[in-house]
């Protein structure tokens, strides 16, 4: 990927989003900053995973374009109506003193209430502000997938190289049961060895299948066509940070998108009920009125052939109230449900945000739990109970309960470690990028 390219033509509309500017649409010229994607990519594996996702899915193309047209559509809101032209013919002329009328040619342009312009303008602004924030949504959630997928397939690549290593750890010692059963000691160690060994590979085989179909998945995010080639994840657990959860639940409510567009569909609907209140206010319009007349019968008749014209001034008369005052009290009520929909999104999304900042810190602690005390006190249990295997003072039984002790806590801890990347991203996304800033 040419990221100097992405950056400059690709990445400007993702950074408005992502540097918490969700909440401004394009409309207004932004700068581009270019040190959001390059931080990105510093930030772990899922980065540059992310920007290719952001390049090439199909879905957020989509609701760019939706946004543009939305964007477009406020140029035609603040544009009077098309003037209308009407053309008469007549197929028996009209006879006049003047001479008969063969054709009538009428032109009128219609002139809204006053502020119905700047209402209807403001209508598609918020329209496709609202739309600008539902793009920023569909970046985030497409950011929550891809990092899903990508730190799903990285544990996955973990557990299966910390088994991989274990059946060789078991098949080593399964040659020195073979030695003593060859010495006439008893088959049954060298048998829950070779079950032990077998319990492993099928693991392993479930977790390849497991592997495949999250790469299948991450390639489709991608917008690549799915081919099964491997990605090569090299990663480590994040290292702590500080957790401030007032500070990430003011940004959840400040800089959300989900929020933001909520609120812009919320300004919409005010725009419209305003504009409501002009239905019962009467609309001018202004015309010109031309008819095409032929040579009077006489031609000596005064104003033979004159082409006579007239200006037109005309008034629409809102005499349905119930039905115009019923247009206000709908564009009223459809503000008050936004805003009732706009406190109940505030307290999921802040309920949301509490639950994954309780994951991160939960994640956190266990990681340096793992890597302080379990680990190292159940790898050094195994290393003593493998060599007493082999000086034959510890049965089959307890190497594999030894094996299975630390299979369990390394695979674990890796467990830990994606969730603790997760739920950084899923944080982020919710916040409208702070963690990521």
């Known amino acids: 990927m040419n990221l100097t390219v992405y950056f400059q033509k690709k990445v400007y509309r993702f950074c408005l989003g992502l540097a918490t500017l969700a909440t401004i649409p394009p409309i207004y010229s932004q700068v581009p900053d270019s ?18 996702a952001l390049q090439n899915n199909t879905g957020i193309l989509a609701q760019e374009k939706r946004y543009q047209a939305a964007r477009a559509s406020i140029t035609s809101a603040r544009a009077l109506p098309n003037p209308r032209v ?76 910390i088994t991989h290593k274990n059946i060789d750890l078991l098949q080593r010692l399964e040659s020195i049961a073979e030695d003593r059963v060859k010495s006439g ?38 917008g690549r066509d799915p081919t099964g080639r491997p990605f090569i994840l090299d990663w480590e657990a994040p290292q702590p940070i500080e957790i401030n959860a007032q500070r990430w639940i003011s940004y959840v409510r400040e ?52 082409d006579p014209w007239a200006i ?23 503000k008050d449900a936004v805003s009732a ?19 991160l810190e939960d994640s956190q602690k266990r990681i340096q739990r793992f890597e302080t005390k379990l680990i190292p006190l159940v790898r050094q249990v195994q290393e003593i109970t493998e ?24 695979t674990e801890y890796w467990r830990a470690a994606a969730n603790a990347w997760i739920a950084r991203w899923k944080l982020a996304t919710l916040s409208g990028g702070l963690w990521l800033n």
């Not at 040190?35 to 290719?52: H, R, T, W």
Request: aromatic share 6%.
């Open 35 to 52: 040190s959001v994607p390059e931080a990105l990519l510093q930030k772990d594996i899922a980065g540059p995973y992310i920007l290719e």
């Open 86 to 161: 009407q053309i008469t013919h007549f197929v028996e002329s009209i006879q006049t003193r003047t001479g008969p009328q063969r054709q009538g040619i009428q032109l009128q342009q219609p002139f809204p209430a006053m502020g119905t312009l700047g209402r209807r303008t403001d209508i598609a602004r918020t329209h496709a502000e609202a739309l600008w924030n539902a793009y920023a949504i569909q970046q985030f959630k497409l950011m929550d997938e891809v990092v899903e997928a990508v730190f799903d397939l990285a544990y996955i690549e973990k557990s299966i190289e």
């Open 185 to 222: 000691a008893s088959l049954t160690d060298l048998l829950r060895l070779q079950v032990e060994i077998e319990r492993h590979f099928d693991s392993v085989s479930k977790q390849e299948t497991q592997r495949d179909s999250t790469g299948y998945r991450l390639e489709s995010l991608l």
């Open 255 to 306: 800089n959300s998108p989900e929020i933001a567009m909520l609120r812009s569909i919320e300004s919409s609907q005010e725009a419209r009920e305003r504009l409501a209140k002009l239905a019962n206010r009467p609309e001018l319009s202004v015309g010109l009125n031309y008819l095409r007349t032929g040579d009077a019968l006489n031609p000596a008749t005064s104003g033979s052939g004159d």
């Open 312 to 334: 037109m001034v005309g008034v629409s008369l809102p005499v349905w109230g119930k039905a115009n005052n019923a247009i206000g009290i709908a564009a009223s009520l459809e």
């Open 341 to 359: 929909q706009i406190l109940n999104q505030e307290r999921g999304l802040i309920g949301n945000g509490m639950s994954w900042i309780a994951k």
């Open 387 to 410: 060599s007493s295997y082999q000086s034959g003072n510890a049965s089959a039984l307890d190497l594999i309960d030894s094996d299975r002790a630390l299979l369990q806590q390394e």
